[in-house]
């Protein structure tokens, strides 16, 4: 395995060997923005950062390593330093049940808003105050999907970095613009500055999409706001926005996911663009 071992004689690395100490901070928030690094886990978040993100390591166990030989070759082309390592060393840098082994400790991906924002987007996904990472991540994944410019996390967000977050963007976070704010207020000004209109998505708005469809507003350059899928966007963050719209719900169904919402209106506003 001399691919993956350039430490010749060495035995595989452990929990207590301290780099691999020093990747398993980084499953902690505090951590990663100390580090500036955050960890990319499984075959399908490795590939996506050995293409798009600067990788700075990567740690697999010898199955896997087996198992995913075009990415280990992949990562000793790019000149990426690969640390053989225990199943349980692997274990405690994992954040789901049945670890693959893989984990690549890359850069952090977000950016100044004005870098995300930067040119004229014409779509642009705005979670605000969503705390489920796995919402995150998808809403991520369906923002890429749809053709957005950049996704923006305001407010108190989960970090887009979060393992759960970056697993349930399959990839997408490396694909597109994120930046992050604590300030909503600021991301707002940011937006209107790269001359989009805020419109969220609550479900108990009295205007209907279908209605903003049919009227051609979401032709206009558009960032979508969309809260968490327990409380939604708080009163104070739906009186700063342009329109406030629900998604209609024509059956039974009492009501839809985030991220479900989240792909109906950011895929209606991609057709608009598109016609």
Request: proline residues 4%; contains cysteine.
């Amino acid at each position: 395995m001399s691919t993956v071992s350039r430490r010749p004689g060495a035995e595989a690395f452990t929990e207590r060997t301290p780099r691999v100490a020093a990747a398993r901070a980084l499953t902690r928030r505090a951590g990663r923005d100390r580090a500036g690094r955050f960890l990319a886990e499984g075959a399908q978040a490795v590939r996506e950062a050995l293409a798009h993100g600067v990788v700075h390591e990567l740690f697999v166990t010898a199955t896997a390593a087996t198992r995913n030989l075009d990415l280990v070759t992949a990562a000793d082309r790019a000149g990426v330093p690969i640390s053989e390592a225990t199943d349980k060393a692997l274990d405690g840098l994992s954040e789901t049940v049945t670890p693959q082994g893989l984990v690549a400790v890359c850069d952090l991906l977000d950016r100044p808003l004005e870098d995300a924002l930067a040119g004229t987007p014409r779509l642009v996904a705005v979670l605000a105050g969503v705390s489920d990472p796995g919402n995150a991540g998808t809403v991520t994944r369906v923002a890429d999907a749809a053709g957005a410019a950049a996704v923006l996390f305001a407010g108190d967000t989960v970090d887009p970095h979060n393992g759960k977050c970056v697993r349930a963007s399959t990839g997408s976070v490396f694909h597109l613009p994120l930046a992050r704010s604590r300030d909503t207020a600021a991301v707002f000004a940011a937006c209107r500055a790269a001359g989009l209109r805020l419109v969220a998505a609550d479900g108990h708005a009295s205007a209907d999409l279908d209605d903003v469809i049919d009227s051609g507003a979401l032709a206009a350059p558009t960032a979508w706001v969309f809260g968490s899928e327990a409380h939604g966007l708080a009163a104070d963050l739906l009186s700063e926005v342009d329109d406030v719209v629900k998604v209609p719900l024509h059956g039974a169904a009492e009501s839809l996911n985030l991220a479900t919402a989240a792909a109906v209106c950011l895929y209606a506003s991609a057709r608009a663009h598109r016609r």
